[in-house]
């Protein structure tokens, strides 16, 4: 028979690279409930118009790279391609958006996007994502930051830029926009890639955030929008960058960052690294103001990032599961009953490890043992049954010594700490 193939894009995670995940997940719940965050699971499927109307009709993610199909009754359903507008969505749903108090939620998971697969660039993909709600303060920036920062040191990640600008309101951004605008209108239209062409009249600050080398060169000359904020925004925006150099977080001003998607206002932020490809943005984020009303909610301020876990992954290579604590090896077909007893009462004590239900010679089972990464190799073979013991091996040093079956337990205890 054939065999199915599975779909460009998506990607099957084995040991030792799920060990990756599980501990960027692990550090997320630890970080996260330091600042009071709490998880919130939302659908993966959503109705198309949450992200169309959310993530803006202009952007890439929403014109080219959702996974968008009909459902049994033709209703338009689209794969979240990120966690912020489901959040939302979600929260609007919930008396917490007329609670008037702060929400703060992390939400951890797949996320599907159509794009060009590359290295730190896949179809299916994961995000740590995290949103405050309710909280317009130059502190509740500070303090995300801060916490992102603290989850990137947390996983041990030191060699990242933090980038950062600010966006505007809906007070400076209009007359912004419209100077761009005008300042595009005098390019020559042929200097632009296709899309710009059309997005330079329908929403000029997209051309700011093109990749292509010619919208590069006109953004590198274009109007800078953290020179023209209004004084709240630039007071919001001073705030936060001073309330940073006082945590000691390093930050790079980067006025062209606007972040590939419509609902960001005033800070907005990536974090770089240098050593993973093109695909350099870890993590990205900023302030989005206005999205619970655009998605029928109350006036409530938001601020949120999320980082991408298959880019933090190729950073983390070389992370390496905590051994298993043991591994049990039977020598003889009369001694399997009693050797399965010994392992349950292990592990109802919180050690971990496996036992190998074929009986094979003592050179053979050491081989796996060893294959597997384990601290102690325990041996029962019928000489040990006759005696009452069983052999208790220290992977590490090659110590050997018969120990009564009923001190087991404290045989591995002395070997090693379990959890
Ligand atoms: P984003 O910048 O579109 O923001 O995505 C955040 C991160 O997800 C990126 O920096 C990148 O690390 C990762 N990422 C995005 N697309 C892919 C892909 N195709 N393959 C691998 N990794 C990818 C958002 O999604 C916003 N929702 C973040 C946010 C939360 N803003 C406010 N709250």
């Keep these: 028979m054939s065999r199915v193939n599975k779909i460009k894009g998506f990607f099957d995670l084995f040991p030792p690279e799920s060990t990756s995940y599980t501990f960027m997940e692990d550090k997320a719940r630890e970080i996260f409930a330091r600042y009071a965050y709490q998880e919130l699971r939302t659908p993966i499927l959503e109705q198309t118009e949450l992200f169309a109307r959310s993530i803006g009709q202009d952007t890439d993610v929403v014109q080219k790279e959702m996974y968008i199909f009909p459902d049994r009754r033709g209703r338009s359903l689209t794969m979240r391609p990120e966690a912020t507008a489901g959040v939302i969505r979600a929260y609007i749903d919930s008396p917490a958006a007329s609670s008037g108090n702060v929400s703060r939620f992390f939400t951890l998971g797949p996320m599907f996007r159509y794009e060009r697969p590359q290295k730190g660039r896949t179809r299916q993909f994961h995000q740590v994502n995290a949103e405050m709600l309710g909280e317009d303060s130059p502190y509740a920036d500070a303090e995300i930051l801060s916490m992102l920062w603290g989850y990137l040191q947390s996983l041990g990640l030191k060699e990242l830029v933090l980038e950062i600008n600010s966006l505007g309101c809906p007070a400076c951004r209009p007359g912004f926009d419209a100077k761009l605008k005008s300042f595009l209108e005098g390019i020559n239209r042929d200097v632009f890639c296709e899309d710009c062409q059309r997005r330079a009249g329908s929403n000029p600050l997209r051309v700011l955030d093109c990749k292509a080398a010619g919208c590069r060169e006109v953004a590198s000359e274009a109007p800078r929008i953290v020179d023209n904020l209004c004084p ?9 960058l001073g309330i940073l150099k006082s945590f000691d977080i390093y930050y790079e001003l980067n006025p062209f960052l606007v972040r590939g998607l419509d ?12 050593d993973i490809g093109s695909q350099s943005a870890v993590a990205g984020g900023g302030r989005y103001d206005g999205l619970v009303k655009v998605l029928g909610g109350p006036e409530v301020p938001g601020i949120g990032f999320a980082c991408g876990m298959e880019r933090l992954a190729l950073l983390l290579q070389g992370i390496q599961e905590r051994p298993m604590d043991f591994y049990m090896a039977v020598l003889h077909e009369d001694a399997l009953d009693k050797a399965m007893l010994m392992v349950r009462r292990l592990r109802s004590k919180g050690y971990r490890g496996e036992m190998s239900f074929q009986v094979r010679s003592v050179k053979s089972h050491l081989r796996q043992a060893n294959k597997k990464n384990v601290k102690t190799c325990l041996l029962l073979g019928l000489d040990e049954m006759h005696k009452n013991q069983v052999q208790v091996k220290d992977m590490s040093t090659g110590v050997q010594r018969a120990v009564s079956q009923d001190d087991a337990e404290q045989a591995l205890g002395l070997v090693f700490q379990p959890r």
Excluded: A, L
């Excluded at 709240?232 to 001073?238: I, L, R, V």
């Excluded at 609902?263 to 907005?268: K, N, S, V």
């Design 232 to 240: 709240e925004c630039k007071e919001h925006f001073d705030r936060v």
């Design 263 to 274: 609902y960001y206002q005033r800070t907005t932020f990536e974090v770089i690294s240098n």
